[in-house]
């Protein structure tokens, strides 16, 4: 059993215009596959604020719940407007609002990785890997960092192995803030448990082989 007690530090450059630049190869038939789910309302939240906060330091958990709410509750108000134009330019107005953050994130850990982390999510393996090894090809250190987190994440998740611990071994000398393998696999499973809550939270298995 995963620890759910996470373990990360810092903060969580929730809210605001990013002023990161984003990149990498996005028109690669792994990101297109992605980026069907990426806009897929209170989930995008979730998934990007516990990625940004597991990148850059912060709560998993509490970003994730964070990120959902927000997501959660600007589609609701979308979904349930009246019909007047009043209602229908407040509603646009919070869904323009949610763009941003979503979009924010993605800046933050660069559009490959974003596209990952939602497809793994989504228990789409084969696409959030394709988008991890592009993302490591970024001269952008998070962008490739955010990458290699995503591969551990998918290969820890789907059955561990070799190629999970060569995953892990490449975050402990790459990521600054992990100093160990003992501290990479707990912010591994920790991450693992909130994406797991995500799943639940948007109608998709806890796991993806249930």
Request: glycine share 12%; net charge negative.
């Amino acid at each position: 059993m995963w620890n759910k007690t996470t373990t990360l530090t810092g903060c969580l450059l929730l809210a605001g215009a990013s002023t990161f630049a984003s990149g990498c190869a996005t028109d690669s038939y792994a990101a297109q596959g992605a980026a069907q789910g990426a806009g897929s309302g209170a989930l995008a939240g979730a998934v990007g604020a516990a990625a940004t906060a597991l990148i850059f330091g912060g709560d998993v958990g509490e970003a994730a719940a964070r990120g959902a709410v927000y997501g959660g509750a600007s589609g609701a108000v979308f979904g349930g407007i009246s019909g007047s134009q009043t209602d229908r330019q407040i509603a646009e107005q919070e869904r323009a609002e949610y763009e941003r953050q979503v979009q924010a994130f993605r800046k933050e850990i660069g559009d490959d990785a974003f596209n990952g982390f939602v497809a793994l999510t989504e228990c789409k393996y084969e696409i959030a890997l394709a988008n991890a090894r592009e993302a490591q090809k970024s001269s952008k250190r998070d962008y490739a960092l955010a990458g290699l987190w995503v591969e551990a994440l998918s290969e820890t998740e789907r059955g561990g192995g070799a190629a999970a611990n060569t995953a892990i071994e490449a975050i402990v000398e790459k990521d600054r803030d992990v100093k160990s393998t003992a501290d990479a696999e707990a912010k591994l499973g920790d991450t693992l448990v909130q994406i797991g809550e995500i799943r639940t939270e948007n109608n998709l298995p806890a796991t993806c082989d249930s």
